[in-house]
């Protein structure tokens, strides 16, 4: 079955940087598209990346273009997303999305 397991998050000040991980097993990783999607309490969740099956197109949310980078690595069936310059308002649980499917999410608190 799909399974999509999330990692990398944790605290982080303002300014710092963490990378997030998604393993993905279960299907053909090289023939999808996976998208990150982020939730802030008490709102609801939204898109923040996209990447093409072979990872040469890439789309982001405008509020983390030129901060953030996914990327994808098909040996290791394993999409990332590279955040820099972290603000309070990324804190969140980030999720991993294929097509119907998600992962558990792993959170993201960025705070003095």
């Known amino acids: 079955q799909v399974q999509l397991v999330e990692s990398g998050g944790g605290l982080v000040q303002p300014g710092g940087s963490l990378r997030l991980s998604c393993a993905a097993s279960?299907?053909?990783?090289?023939?999808?598209?996976l998208s990150w999607y982020r939730q802030a309490p008490g709102k609801e969740r939204e898109w923040v990346a996209s990447?093409?099956?072979?990872?040469?197109?890439?789309s982001y949310a405008t509020s983390v273009k030129g901060r953030f980078a996914i990327s994808r690595d098909n040996a290791k069936n394993t999409v990332y997303l590279q955040m820099n310059s972290l603000e309070p308002e990324d804190t969140a649980v980030y999720y991993c999305?294929?097509?119907?499917?998600w992962g558990q999410g792993t959170q993201v608190t960025v705070s003095s």
């Open positions: 990447i093409s099956s072979a990872g040469t197109v890439t």
């Open positions: 999305y294929r097509a119907i499917y």
């Open positions: 279960g299907f053909i990783f090289s023939n999808y598209g």
